[in-house]
């Protein structure tokens, strides 16, 4: 590839979306919604079972033209909040635009309603005519026998603000307060929860367990409060989804969502546990590598090498296109497109929201991505992944508002398949053994903390949620905690007890129950997949492609059988680990 562009870093561009706040299109754009709301409480009385397929078909096309110019509204408010979380005008808007966003779904919440609760011929029979919109119909219908009445529905809506949304707010209140003490080269300093988890990567092994240390100490003092807002959260999870709506179990809620069968994740996680072992050998690995016996929880993210190689800004992104190129040209130019529609904020700076991400807002427009680029081998990675993102939202970009974005276990994807790419790239290019080294054990780290790590805890919601159900009590939880880490890791590592009181710290089993097995799934079939592609070389782009190309217009079971992939086989998931295996393996032969 002949690439002499150079790219250089700077604030994105949101002049796609709008101008500024001051824009008076800003302004127009809430009053189009607003009356595009209230006509489409007109519908209510047209919305009868023998409504004709035009007029369902013209509803839904213009709710889905509302809710792209509510995305742009969103889009626009976020991304100028992350681009400066100090700018108190951002905050605002933001703010308001949430307000309004649930104020407009309380408006248009009777068609959902009426649409899960139509016959099915009728339904079928729309379905039929309904083309790109026909997943985003099938899956709120999904829910059609775990839907209460209208009255019932809003009271739920609003005693939420109040019950579980308020509960979340309070934990978070509480937790985002939180200030960690700890010496670092001698000087005590006040961190924040992410400064200090970063220091359980640093090479200093007493800084790693003073990182964990502290950040426990802190957590377990409060853990009899976070512990009973956990009981309250499981409970009110229960008393809606089983007692009223007649879920089976409480994590077929989630399973629902994901459109994935309950049998499915049960298996993923029986393979998960027979494929422990993997991980527990690369653990000892690890320890036999940074001098210990046996590696303790403090040291699972330890570097194994004192690696300062740093890639140039321009550099990084000439190899990220370069490793997506020799994959496949389109995955490249796409990717340019994002760079060239100046879509992306890389550089540090004060009040930028930390991390990374990808937003795709509408289906016409190129995504945004948001890094915070200093130049590490993971930074780069970062790069690949998010761009991974856009290149997938990109590939999807002739569907509906509705049905452009992949499912949740679907969405990791491209991302995660893109920064595989990118190691091999780099690895291929890299002499240094040390270099290469950190390369793989980073790569390893990483599969652990999305997959098993993950899967176990799923694991341990399920019997949380089912010992809360009997009155168990804070303490017995985090017995039960220890227990679940102990199958976790086996003997390969030293587990102190402080680590009973991590479940209290793990946000998304307050905020999203049940969410995080997603993450194991996403990285586990692209683990697969880049197998098959390493296999099959050329031959296996098409199936990929259309994987990406459907976006989130298809049932993620059908999507991938279509692709050869069946989700609800054992082998499928133990290929994935048989992967993790072999990268043990390899790592083993380093030495
Ligand atoms: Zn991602």
Redesign the pocket.
Known sequence: MTAQNTYTQAPWSLEDLFQGFDDPQYEAAFDVIRKGAEKFQGYREQLVPDISEDLFISIITEYELFYRLMSRLQGFAQLAFAADTQDQGAQAQVARVDQFQAEVSNLTLFFNLWWKALDDDNAARLLQASGDFRYWLVSMRNFKDYTLTEPEEKIINIKDVTGFNALNMLYDSITNRYTFKIEVDGEVKELTRGEVTALVRESDPDLRARAYQTLFEVYAGDAPILGQIYQAIARDWRNENLDLRGFKQPISVRNLVNDLPDPVIETLLEVTRQNAKHFQRFFRLKAKRIGMDVLRRYDIYAPVEKSDKRYAFNQAAEIVLESFHEFDPKFADLAKQIFDASHIDSEVRKGKMSG???ATITPDLSPWVLLNYQGKPDDVATMA??L??GIHALMAKDHTALTQHACLPL??TA??FGEMMLIDKLLAQESDQAVRRDLLFRQMDDAFATILRQNYFSMFEQTAHEMIAQGAQVKDLAEAYMDNLKSEFGDSVDIADEFRWEWVMIPHFYGVPFYVYAYAF?QLLVLSLYKQYQAEGAAFKPRYMDILAAGGSVAPVELLGRAGIDVTRAEFWQGGFDVIGEMVTALEALE
Do not use: D, L, Q
């Open positions: 990374a991400f990808c992944h998010e991974g993102h969405a990791e991302s995660t996403g």
